[in-house]
């Protein structure tokens, strides 16, 4: 493995290196990616077997420019209203942490797409990422540059630890901006429905689109034709057929010490243990838990929040890095506060209950 700068003539070289098959972890605003090139099979292969990660759990295709939908999206199975709002979405909130779910090209490998009918796309927002996707294929799959189950990296360290010696290059992008991974959106269906809450805000889509279903309607729905699987590609397990969001099994984004998640009322009348975590929502409840029940001033290493003011985008940035570090701290377990439903509370949320289910 060799980590590169951000400089052009690292980037083309890791584009180079993309071109010919090679794993490439590289920096989006969300959270590193493992790149491979997504009409290449054999590296596709190599990305699942370097994650650890099971073939039915679909791949996000990086694009960096429109023109690279042609290649990728069958556009006769989308529809008007589909056509319609894949224009809005891409002219107001690409590139960024957003990915939209369409049904896909025949020649797009079926290991890209575990199987299904559709392709998940999304224009990251980093300069970066964008640097090395033109200058390589222009459809860059890549997943979350962890282990399966595992945290997501934030920081370039993070992807050492996990998967330093199994890659090809590492770039280093420093601190991202956003930390926690894109909205997941299913276009296919006649109301768009929210499959991953994540770094763009159900708000924000709906102000562009109107209404959309929330991941909470998954569970109920049969799966629509655009999610079936492709005839002919086998090696899937049926027990995951018509998954919607394959990727979205409770237990995951798992840090390996125990967590806890409590409602801020709960949260608010635990006892203090100095060989437990505590990982608040902001700095104002930290504060009132902490002067009711430790006493010497400041907050002590294992007491956090997760934003100073309040502000859920702050809070989602800090996450990922937060719960690497507490996980390495060795203690106990870790007890977290819900976020608000707001803005990015609903993906906050939902990484906290997953890192806190059982596996
Ligand atoms: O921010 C992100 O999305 C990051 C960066 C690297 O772009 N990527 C990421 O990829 O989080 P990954 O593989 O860890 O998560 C992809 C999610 C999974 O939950 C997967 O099931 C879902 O997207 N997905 C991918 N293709 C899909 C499809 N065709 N239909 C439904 N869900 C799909
Ligand atoms: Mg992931």
Same mark, same amino acid.
């Given at each position: 493995?060799?980590?590169?700068?951000g400089?052009?003539?690292?980037?083309?070289?890791?584009?180079?290196?993309?071109?010919?098959?090679?794993?490439?972890v590289?920096?989006?605003?969300t959270?590193?990616?493992?790149?491979?090139?997504?009409?290449?099979?054999?590296a596709?292969?190599?990305?699942?077997?370097?994650?650890?990660?099971?073939?039915?759990?679909?791949?996000i295709?990086?694009?960096?420019?429109?023109?690279?939908?042609?290649?990728?999206?069958?556009?006769?199975?989308?529809?008007?209203?589909?056509r319609?709002?894949?224009?809005?979405?891409a002219?107001?909130l690409?590139?960024?942490?957003?990915?939209l779910?369409?049904?896909?090209?025949?020649?797009?490998?079926?290991l890209?797409?575990?199987?299904?009918?559709?392709?998940?796309?999304?224009?990251?927002?980093?300069?970066?990422?964008?640097?090395l996707?033109?200058?390589?294929?222009? %459809?860059?799959?890549?997943?979350?540059?962890?282990?399966?189950g595992?945290l997501?990296?934030?920081?370039v360290?993070?992807?050492l630890?996990?998967?330093?010696?199994?890659?090809?290059?590492?770039?280093?992008?420093g601190?991202?901006?956003?930390?926690?991974?894109?909205?997941?959106?299913?276009?296919?269906?006649?109301?768009?429905?929210?499959?991953?809450?994540?770094?763009?805000?159900?708000?924000?889509?709906?102000?562009?689109?109107?209404?959309?279903?929330?991941?909470?309607?998954?569970?109920?729905?049969?799966?629509?034709?655009?999610?079936?699987?492709?005839g002919?590609?086998?090696?899937?397990?049926?027990?995951?057929?018509?998954?919607?969001?394959?990727?979205?099994?409770t237990?995951h984004?798992?840090?390996?010490?125990t967590?806890?998640?409590?409602s801020p009322?709960?949260?608010?009348?635990?006892?203090?243990?100095?060989? %437990?975590?505590?990982l608040?929502?902001?700095?104002?409840?930290?504060?009132?838990?902490?002067s009711?029940r430790?006493?010497?001033?400041?907050?002590?290493?294992?007491?956090?929040?997760?934003?100073?003011?309040?502000d859920?985008?702050?809070a989602?940035?800090?996450?990922?890095?937060?719960?690497?570090?507490?996980?390495?701290?060795?203690?106990?377990?870790?007890?977290?506060?819900?976020?608000?439903?707001?803005?990015?509370?609903?993906?906050?949320?939902?990484?906290?209950?997953?890192a806190?289910?059982?596996?």
């Open positions: 493995m060799e980590l590169l700068s400089s052009d003539a690292d980037i083309l070289r890791a584009a180079a290196a993309l071109k010919e098959g090679a794993l490439v590289f920096p989006t605003e959270v590193y990616g493992l790149g491979a090139d997504a009409f290449n099979p054999d596709l292969a190599k990305v699942f077997a370097v994650k650890e990660r099971p073939l039915f759990d679909p791949l295709i990086h694009i960096a420019g429109l023109d690279a939908l042609d290649r990728i999206v069958e556009f006769s199975l989308l529809g008007q209203e589909g319609k709002r894949l224009t809005l979405l002219a107001s690409w590139p960024g942490p957003l990915t779910v369409l049904p896909k090209k025949k020649e797009v490998p079926g890209a797409t575990g199987g299904l009918a559709t392709a998940a796309l999304r224009f990251p927002d980093h300069d970066l990422a964008q640097k996707i033109r200058a390589s294929t222009n %459809a860059v799959a890549a997943p979350s540059a962890n282990l399966f595992r997501s990296p934030t920081r360290e993070h992807v630890d996990q998967l330093g010696d199994r890659v090809d290059y590492i770039i280093d992008g601190r991202l901006r956003v930390g926690l991974e894109s909205t997941v959106l299913d276009l296919t269906s006649p109301c768009p429905r929210i499959l991953r809450p994540g770094g763009t805000s159900r708000e924000d889509i709906e102000k562009t689109i109107g209404p959309v279903e929330g991941p909470e309607s998954q569970a109920k729905r049969p799966a629509p034709a655009g999610a079936s699987r492709e002919g590609e086998g090696g899937f397990p049926l027990a995951h057929q018509g998954l919607l969001s394959p990727g979205q099994l237990s984004y798992a840090p390996r010490t967590l806890l998640l409590y009322a709960e949260m608010e009348n635990l006892a203090y243990n100095g060989r %437990a975590a505590y608040f929502f902001d700095a104002l409840s930290r504060d009132r838990w902490l009711a430790y006493a010497s001033g400041g907050a002590p290493a294992n007491v956090r929040a997760l934003c100073e003011t309040g859920t985008r702050r989602a940035a800090n996450l990922f890095a937060l719960l690497h570090e507490l996980d390495s701290g060795g203690y106990e377990c870790i007890h977290a506060e819900t976020a608000p439903p707001l803005g990015l509370g609903p993906a906050i949320n939902d990484r906290l209950s997953r806190a289910a059982e596996t």
